[in-house]
Structure formats: C-alpha cells, structure tokens
C-alpha cells in the first residue's frame, strides 16, 4: 500500500483486494548478502528506479510487529490505530503532507497483545 488514503477510504478499514496497489521492495542494506543472480537483479532494479526518479519520492511506511501476531489481531490493532490517531499528533507540511518524527509516533499510545486479544473477542 502506498497511501494511507487506500485503507481509510475502504469499506470498514479493510483492504480486501490488492489491484491497484503498488509493490515495495525490501533490500537489505549490503548487497553482499544476496546471491549473484539476486544481487545481479537488484543492482538492474535500483540503476531503474534511480532513472525514474526514486529518491525524490516518499517512503511508504508500514507497522512491524516485534512478535509474531495473528491476522485477526493485527485487525484489531489496525483498528485501534485508525481511530486513536489524528493527522494533528503529526506534522503537516505545504501540500498537505503529514509526517510524525520519532517523538511524536513515541507519544502514540499501542495497545499490548494481551489487551488486542480482549478486544478482539
């Protein structure tokens, strides 16, 4: 997903389909550690995407848990985020960007496994 829009505008907050959403590539910082014909891939993808212009783009964050976590409590979790966040704990920029530095996503209060499966039930 690209764009937090996508999910807020879905049907309860829930993407059901993935058409239309764009793909993200997960590399690891060293090259090194892939293999030759993965590491030939990779350097052919980042010679594109630096041609069209990738750096200037926005980076698409998304929510890693530290722990293995169900799908059903990842809904939860997704919920509880949806409705506990405002675009007014971050920072708005010209052309209605909104960012949150490392303190602001700090101050955002997450709620533990243990109360998401609560919730859940």
């Known amino acids: 997903m690209t764009k937090a829009r996508e999910l807020?505008?879905?049907?309860?907050?829930?993407?059901?389909?993935?058409?239309?959403?764009?793909?993200?590539?997960?590399?690891?910082?060293?090259?090194?550690?892939?293999?030759?014909?993965?590491?030939?891939?990779?350097?052919?993808f980042l010679r594109l995407a630096e041609r069209?212009?990738?750096?200037?783009?926005?980076?698409?964050?998304?929510i890693y848990p530290r722990e293995p976590m169900a799908d059903d409590l990842l809904d939860?979790?997704?919920a509880s985020l949806r409705s506990g966040v405002s675009v007014a704990q971050g920072r708005t920029y010209a052309g209605g960007l909104t960012k949150f530095e490392p303190?602001?996503?700090?101050?955002?209060p997450v709620p533990s496994p243990v109360l998401l499966a609560d919730l859940s039930s």
């Open 8 to 44: 807020f505008d879905s049907p309860d907050g829930v993407l059901s389909s993935f058409a239309g959403l764009r793909a993200v590539i997960d590399l690891p910082a060293d090259l090194e550690e892939l293999d030759d014909e993965e590491r030939v891939q990779a350097e052919r």
């Open 52 to 62: 069209d212009g990738a750096r200037s783009s926005y980076v698409a964050h998304g």
């Open 76 to 78: 939860v979790l997704a």
């Open 103 to 108: 303190s602001e996503m700090e101050r955002i």
